[in-house]
Each structure stands twice: as structure tokens, then as C-alpha cells.
């Protein structure tokens, strides 16, 4: 719950259960491509075996604290589906207001490097989406630039006037070229001063006159 990678998870789960062709078991499918109601036994049988593996997926990959909200005797897959989407998308405004906040004053300087700044923005954006609350591309882009360090203004300044504004992967990509080609100067300049001190040496280690 605290994690909030609820969007992440659905849509990696959503993917898993298409590539075995029981997403109707989780999401029903639109008006008029129902599938038939099982009669059988047999096809009774099938239903529920298919059921409770796709169940059995969900609990599997939930944290213990949702998986003890969640689970309840005899339910379906999409029981517990519709349950952990109630549980994320349950007071969406008080959410989205927490999370315009923190996506607002997010800066680079409180992390260890550029990938770990975009990826709390993605994931801020991300999560603002699940709560109706989304972003558009433009408005990602220019809050990457807004929180860069000192360091970062040149490169900021190229993508802010970009016409039109990069994709944020783009600019995510520009802004991690240019972490490494500020490392690579740092490493060639302590490099250089090192040849420097050592020319003032002589051969004892002490200082020359």
C-alpha cells in the first residue's frame, strides 16, 4: 500500500493474463464479445481451474498486508480484483492532492543521481494518473527541468526551449548523457591535478624546492 505501485502491477499483470487469453476472468470483456456461460460440468470444472489460478497469481504477487484486505472465502479472480481496485482508487481527490504536492517539489538534489530523479517523477506521474489526476508530457518535461541542480541548467535550458518540448524519455536520456559527461570531466580534471602534484615530487616522496 505504501509503495503505490498499483498502476505498474496492473498493467504488467494485465499483460500477463492477455498472453494466456484469461483477461476476462479479471476485466469483463465490452458489450456483445461476452464469453458463453460455462453449462457443462466439464466446462464448469475448466472455469473454475482457470479461476483460481488466475486468483492464485494475484495473491502471489501483492504484499502480505493487501493480500490479508483482499482475501475472503470462495472468491474470484475478479472479486479480488475489483477489491484492490477500490483499495487504490478509493478517495482519489485527498490522493491526488498529496501527490500534486509531492510531484510539485520534487528536486534532483535530493537523490543519488539522474535516473533516481526521473524515475520518482515517472512514478509520481504515474501514479497521478491512476487517481485522475494525469500529466501530460509537457508538464513532466518542464517539472524534470524546474527541480535540476546548478549543475544541470545548460542542458535544462536546451529541452525548455526545445519547439515543441522532447518526450520525457528523451529528455531523461539528455539529462543522464549529460550526468556522465560532467562525471568524466570531474574524473579527468582530479586525473590531471594528480600528474600535476606528483611533477612537484622528487623521487623520496618529499617536496621538491
Known amino acids: ?123 509520481l506521474a504515474d501514479q497521478l494518473k491512476n487517481v485522475g489526476a494525469p500529466v501530460t508530457n509537457s508538464r513532466l518535461v518542464l517539472q524534470l527541468v524546474s527541480g535540476l541542480t546548478e549543475a544541470y541548467k545548460g542542458v535544462g535550458t536546451q529541452i525548455r526551449h526545445a519547439k515543441p518540448l522532447p518526450p520525457f524519455t528523451e529528455a531523461r536520456s539528455s539529462l543522464v548523457l549529460e550526468e556522465r559527461e560532467l562525471a568524466a570531466m570531474v574524473s579527468h580534471g582530479s586525473g590531471s591535478a594528480m600528474v600535476f602534484c606528483e611533477g612537484f615530487l622528487d623521487g623520496d616522496g618529499t617536496t621538491a624546492v
Not at 500477463?16 to 461476452?34: D, F, Q
Not at 483499495?87 to 520534487?106: C, G, K, M, P
Open 1 to 123: 500500500m505504501e509503495n503505490s505501485q498499483y498502476g505498474t502491477w496492473v498493467e504488467l499483470f494485465k499483460i500477463h493474463a492477455r498472453s494466456h487469453k484469461v483477461l476476462h476472468h479479471i476485466i469483463p470483456p465490452p458489450t456483445g464479445k461476452e464469453k458463453p456461460a460455462p453449462k457443462t460440468d466439464e466446462e464448469v470444472e475448466l472455469w473454475t481451474t482457470i479461476d483460481a489460478t488466475v486468483l492464485q497469481r494475484i495473491y502471489s504477487t501483492i504484499s502480505n498486508d493487501l493480500l490479508n484486505t483482499i482475501i475472503e472465502p470462495d472468491a474470484t479472480a475478479m472479486d479480488a480484483w475489483v477489491r484492490l481496485r477500490d483499495i487504490f482508487q478509493d478517495h482519489q481527490n485527498s490522493r491526488a492532492v498529496t501527490l500534486e504536492q509531492e510531484f510539485t517539489t520534487t528536486r534532483m538534489e535530493d537523490f543519488p543521481n539522474a535516473s533516481a530523479y526521473c524515475q520518482r517523477l515517472k512514478s
